[in-house]
């Protein structure tokens, strides 16, 4: 454990260079010295240091890796964001710092709370709450009805509601290991992925819907009703592309978006013009046109990030977020209680799909989904939850370390 | 407990799996499509540095300058007849078309260089100038043929067969780069479009240079002599020689140079639409021709079924559509003993300051026969240019084996018409030329496309390749 | 602004660079990581609990030194013991503490030396957390993990 203290640091260090280089280049992009260019990348290393500082000294047993690969991923958002538009890098930082309340409050809460019990009827009804908010009072953005005005500030409600949807998924999974008692939650599941449905937030039905398999066969293990719910997803997913109309010009263009080039292709194409403008070590950080990619700073943030800095880039990005499943996963593996385990897995599975579906659509593998890439997109609901679910991965990562520790007491220590 | 941990593990693996299939189809994307896609017209990025960006001069393969930047502008050659010939292979700064202008845009913008240069391009206060490119073209050639065209729409190709560089592609009508902002929204006019590469035509007789490749290859099937009258019934239709004319009893030879079509159709019929189809993706039909160099269209080959529909596809006339750059790649192979060499726009690009940044690699872009096979052809097509339909492309002193075709087709008021073409090469390795003629509407093949074969030939020729 | 294009220009090698550092560093301390906790948490998983000093006079052992007990420790002032007490009135092969079915036992095989907790020990004993042993000038504190008992 002591050597794993001193490399985080020095990893640390790294990616600290890395945006004080980044924000101090984008300081000279209009000939003048921006000196809120460079109070931003201050600003945001300070922030970075405290949190990962902070962080390890109130809670001595959290997964440090996984929360250097989070202050990353946030740093490259924080200098793309800056990159395209200042005004919202600024929100973001901002949001970047409730996220770290988030975190805490997170961590805290799985590391007191042993599987929340009662209040899993309560967050159930919370989730279910917030959808309906997002489908009855959202406006229309792209095509989905998922954005709420709050008190001027617009988010997205189910972005939080997944964090507890996680929480009731594990519960309900690991309580009862029978399909008799499983089943309730099924139903509840489904409510809420017609509810996303219908506000035409296919984007998060998918996730909740594959969240949703995936814990059901980690806790239950049984493959053959997996694939039946893979089948009866792939049967939805099947019939709303016949019912809705967006949804077919979304897999027309997958397919061959060069058609309707400056139409409705104009998105897929521009970013994979812009990926491939970027070709192997980028055009330059502020030398590229990713504002000519529509929803440039958050569903396509991506292709920005490639056309900036590279494919090389672009590539060891989709590897970090790979580690940090990885990582999670270990977490996962060694969690002591069914709960736990399904917990940490769950909100890394969703982490991790999330990512892969909406990179995989932005490079035209699969077809496009209006979700956010974890960290790096712009998006206040989207930062705070990411962080919140990686709150609760960090917290049984606490209580996994306060186990080993006992263990290790046992023997009195000895063999370190 | 274990039971999770052993799903959980399950999962991690399909997870990684995604990922890796992810990165991997990122790479290959770009890896592939990454030029095109760079290349489009629609990439802001090649406008927006273009006004920072001093363009790179266009040059024909000898150095004589298509297009080079003054100041703002963007100019031209002088002799109006030379720079409309090689308007579509040059294209145009606005994406209108799909030319050297936005092909090589990576290496005519800058973008191609590397960081010292640029560093000491600011280093002296010189405005950033792109890298020129020499592309294979003839200037002169083309202008030359875009004479002997004549008014007469359609495409002419010729290119090296060993090496697979393209001397000449020209279309017509072809469109004035000055004046090109006029042509936008002008109805009515094809001129923007490059018919060399991306028009799509029924191929007619020449197909059969590919239907007797299938006859070569597949020796149990010859049909050794045929009797013809003129006419066949098949499948409850007649098929038809040109003109009703009875050849007479006739030899694989004879049918070949006297392009005989019921001894075709017959052939046909016993090589099945299988076979066909199977040869002619050997010669590259249906296949998406991603080249490096240029964009160009597929060429069609539709497997046909029923029995007329198969005689008439091994005449070339069922919906089949080929271009004029396939069949001059067709054209080359036979006399580059069965190898078809990829085609290439592209000699050189080199930076201001001397960097050689490309250069000219031939590559095989596939071997459709085999040397003993395209020896045979060979013998045949030069059959008919000393004997038969194409003796009217005849270059003096050297061999000349080639092809006519005259594919008929319905034009837009249900009119009957035909199609002139003409494929072909020169049987010399001093001048391993191949070419493609196809002249809209024009009429028989022979008559009309087969001579201006013979003047682009000449001239290349006499240019010296 | 020309300036600006070409640093940025040549800035993307450096942002490629420590980009590929950082995840060159994450990598190999996740793998250096996952192997030590295997191995400290096999160990862990292995031994039965640990011995501390408290007072000897053997010239290799200090109070408070501590051993981790294996499955099977055989104690000693033999060198191919697994733990050896250099004590003059410590036996080659002294005593032997070994983790059975229902529990910690010890194994005397030098009854005159050895005390337990202050008496005498007859072959064989059953051990808890807890207990004192006496070999010789040395005291050994003993401590079980609770499963093993």
Known sequence: MIYVRRSAAVVLFFIL????????????RDGQFDIIAAAFGIGACVLFVTLYNVAKTVFRHIDRYVLIICIFLTGIGFIMQYRLNPEYALRQIIMFAIGIVALFIAIAAVKKAGNFGKWN????????????????????????????????????????????????????????????????????????????????????????????????????????????????????????????????????????????????????????????????????????????IPASYTDFIFAGLCEEFGIIAGVAVILFYLLFVLRGALIALNARTLFHQLLVFGCTAMLCLQCFVIIAGVIKMIPLTGITLPFISYGGSSMVSCMALVGIIEGVAVKNGEYDEKKIESIGGAVL | MTDARKNIRFLIFVFVLLFAAMIFYLVY?????????????????????????????????????????????????????????????????????????????????????????????????????????????????????????????????????????????????AFDPYKIK?????????????????????????????????????????????????????????????????????????????????????????????????????????????????????????????????????????????????????????????????????????????????????????????????????KLMLGVVSKGTGSAARVGGLKVGGKTGTAEYMDDKGKKKEHAWFIGFIDDTKHPLAVAVILEGAGSGGKYAAPVAKKALDKAVDLGY | MQIYEAVAYAMRYWF?????????????????????????????????????????????????????????????????????????DVMKKHVKINSKEDGVYVEVYAPNNTQLNGRAVKNEEPVFSGDILLMGNTALMLHIKEEEA
């Open chain 2, 29 to 173: 994307a770009i890896t592939v499509y990454g030029e095109r896609w760079f290349a489009s017209p629609n990439n802001p990025r090649i406008g927006s540095v273009k006004g920072d960006v001093q363009a790179g001069t266009i040059n024909d393969r000898n150095g004589e300058k298509l297009a080079w930047s003054n100041g703002e502008d963007r100019e031209y050659s002088s002799d109006s007849s030379l720079r409309e010939s090689v308007s579509h292979v040059v294209g145009d700064p606005y994406g209108m078309t799909r030319g050297a202008e936005s092909f090589y845009a990576k290496y005519l913008y800058g973008f191609a260089e590397d960081a010292v240069e640029r560093i000491s391009d600011v280093l002296v206060g010189q405005k950033r100038r792109g890298s020129d490119v020499w592309l294979t073209v003839d200037a002169k050639l083309s202008d030359s043929i875009l004479r002997a065209m004549g008014d007469r729409k359609g495409a002419v190709v010729i290119l090296n067969y060993k090496t697979g560089e393209v001397l000449a592609s020209v279309s017509n009508p």
């Open chain 3, 16 to 88: 490629v660079l420590v980009i590929l550092a950082i995840l060159l560093c994450v990598i190999v301390v996740s793998i250096v990581e996952y192997r030590d906790r295997k191995k400290v948490m096999a160990n862990a998983e292995s031994h039965i609990g640990y011995m501390d000093v408290v007072y000897t006079a053997a010239n290799n052992l200090e109070e408070g030194d501590r051993f981790a007990l294996a499955k099977s420790n055989i104690i000693g002032s033999s060198a191919s013991c697994n733990i050896v007490i250099n004590d003059r």
């Open chain 1, 121 to 292: 009827y309560i967050f159930m009804a919370g989730v279910l709450g917030l959808l309906l908010l997002s489908l009855l009072f959202a406006r229309v953005i792209g095509g989905a009805r998922n954005w709420v005005q709050i008190l001027g500030m617009s988010m997205q409600p189910s972005e939080f509601a997944k964090v507890l949807f996680i929480v009731t998924a594990a519960y309900f999974f690991s309580n009862k290991n029978r399909i008799a008692s499983i089943l309730p939650f099924l139903l509840f599941s489904a409510a809420c992925i017609l509810v996303l449905v219908l506000s035409k937030d296919l984007g998060a039905a998918i996730l909740y819907a594959l969240t949703t398999l995936v814990m059901f066969f980690a806790g239950t293990g049984r493959a053959l009703l997996t694939l039946a719910g893979m089948g009866i997803l792939s049967a939805g997913a099947y019939a709303s592309y016949r019912l809705f109309p967006h949804v077919k010009t979304r897999v027309d263009i997958w397919q061959n978006p060069w058609v309707a080039e400056r139409t409705e292709g104009y998105q897929i194409v521009q970013a994979l013009m812009a990926i491939a403008s970027g070709s192997l070590f980028g055009m330059g950080l502020g030398l590229g046109s990713p504002a000519s």
């Open chain 2, 182 to 378: 006029s042509y936008s929204g002008k109805t009515g006019s094809t001129a923007l479009f490059d018919r060399a590469t991306m028009g799509r035509y029924p191929p007619g007789s020449t197909f059969k240079v590919i239907t007797t490749a299938a006859v070569l290859e597949n020796p149990e099937l010859e049909l050794k002599f045929h009797d013809c009258l003129g006419t066949a019934e098949i499948g409850g239709k007649d098929v038809q020689c040109a003109g009703k004319t009875a050849h007479g009893e006739e030899d694989l030879e004879e049918a070949f140079y006297k392009s005989c079509n019921t001894f075709f159709a017959t052939q046909s019929l016993q090589l099945k639409g299988e076979l066909l189809k199977k040869e002619a993706e050997k010669f590259g039909f249906n296949d998406d021709f991603m080249f490096d160099d240029m964009v160009a269209y597929q060429s069609v080959y539709s497997k046909p079924e029923s029995d007329i529909d198969t005689a008439w596809s091994g005449v070339g006339q069922y919906k089949d559509l080929m271009t004029p750059l396939h069949a001059a790649m067709i054209a080359g192979s036979i006399a580059n003993k069965g190898v078809m060499m990829e085609p290439k726009f592209l000699k050189t690009a080199q930076s201001p300051t001397g960097t050689v940044l490309y250069s000219l690699q031939t590559e095989v872009y596939r071997t459709p026969v085999s040397e003993s096979v395209a020896g045979e052809l060979k």
């Open chain 1, 17 to 28: 260079l890395l945006v004080l280089s980044a924000f101090g280049l984008l300081a000279f």
